[in-house]
């Protein structure tokens, strides 16, 4: 997700992550179930904050959800949770690795 920022070993350090919702992420990154990843060390800006998502059919169109919103060269993603524990921290973790913390 972050051209020219690559993990050393990303298969080995996948198998060590954490499940976080749908995605895994470990000390390094954060994984998507495609096989793409969001290396921290790329990572310029987190953002905690809430959204929603639109469902169709079900609670007027949207579901709201807990956002970490990241911001890396190529602009802003963001990635959804369900829970406020699980989001706090994927956010830790990703302002941890960037070197954000502090």
Do not use: W
């Amino acid at each position: 997700m972050v051209p020219g920022v690559e993990l050393p070993d990303p298969r080995a350090d996948y198998r060590q992550a954490a499940r976080a919702g749908q995605y895994k992420v470990s000390a390094l990154a954060l994984y998507q179930e495609d096989g793409n990843y969001l290396p921290f060390a790329g990572v310029t800006e987190v953002q905690r904050d809430k959204g929603s998502v639109h469902v169709t059919g079900c609670c007027i169109g949207g579901v709201p959800v807990e956002r970490v919103v990241v911001t890396i060269p190529a602009g802003k993603r963001a990635f959804f949770f369900d829970s406020v524990k699980t989001a706090d921290r994927v956010a830790g973790l990703c302002r941890a690795g960037a070197g954000l913390d502090g």
